[in-house]
């Protein structure tokens, strides 16, 4: 089945503390991206990457890290969260950064005390 | 970064309602897209539209992409309860693919049966 998968679905960490929420799909798309969801902000993109090894910082790229050494994996790495991070985030994936429709993941509850 | 104003922010109808929700945009748009997100899930893509004055229809929803470029708007007839969730629009900015697509805000859309 073609989907974008993301773990963990729910994390409760503290500030500080380093975390990774990764991604993978198996669609062998080659643009991917993060966003996180806020009540009454919509989807803001975080980072995104159109190909293996090429990234770039979406809307809201402040402590956030990403890599792409694979097609497939695209994982977010909070280096130090603060709790301004809680937030739920969506991993998305699509054939091209063109007219191709994007395809989400569903979603991981980031909670930071 | 660029916004959409999506109205309403809510919506609660009781079954079999139609239901309309739009979104406007100071900025011009090559192609508007619409998703549904259901609880605990990522957004699913309903209606792509590319050309300005194109009218789409997927089942019940039927969406068009403004003469001016810069609104959309989504209808549902005769709603059921299973259309219950969020729905996003969202806006690509021309040339530049998925990386700029910009999201409005959502429109929660309650069911009373």
């Known amino acids: 089945e073609a989907q974008v998968t993301q773990n963990p679905r729910y994390l409760i960490t503290v500030t500080g503390k380093k975390l990774t929420v990764t991604c993978s799909q198996n669609?062998?798309?080659?643009?991917m991206s993060w966003y996180r969801q806020d009540p009454g902000l919509g989807l803001r993109q975080i980072y995104y990457?159109?190909?293996?090894?090429?990234?770039d910082k979406g809307d809201v790229p402040e402590g956030y890290k990403v890599s792409r050494k694979e097609k497939r994996n695209f994982p977010l790495i909070l280096e130090s969260p603060s709790p301004n991070q809680t937030s739920l985030y969506f991993c998305?994936?699509?054939?091209?950064?063109?007219?191709?429709?994007?395809?989400f993941g569903n979603g991981t509850r980031l909670t930071v005390t | 970064g660029q916004q959409l104003n999506q109205s309403p922010q809510s919506m609660f109808i009781q079954e079999g309602e139609d239901v309309s929700m739009n979104c406007t945009s100071s900025?011009?748009?090559?192609?508007w897209l619409w998703y549904k997100q259901d609880p605990g899930e990522g957004p699913v893509l309903l209606i792509a539209?590319?050309?300005?004055?194109e009218l789409t229809s997927n089942g019940r929803l039927t969406a068009q992409f403004g003469i001016t470029r810069k609104d959309s708007f989504l209808n549902i007839s005769a709603s059921i309860p299973s259309d219950v969730g969020i729905y996003f629009c969202?806006?690509?900015?021309?040339?530049?693919?998925?990386?700029?697509?910009?999201f409005g805000q959502g429109t929660r859309l309650t069911i009373n049966p």
């Open positions: 998305a994936s699509s054939w091209d950064r063109f007219n191709s429709p994007l395809h």
């Open positions: 669609m062998n798309h080659e643009y």
């Open positions: 990457s159109m190909n293996v090894e090429v990234t």
């Open positions: 900025s011009i748009f090559n192609t």
């Open positions: 539209l590319y050309k300005a004055g």
């Open positions: 969202a806006g690509q900015l021309g040339g530049q693919g998925a990386q700029k697509l910009v």
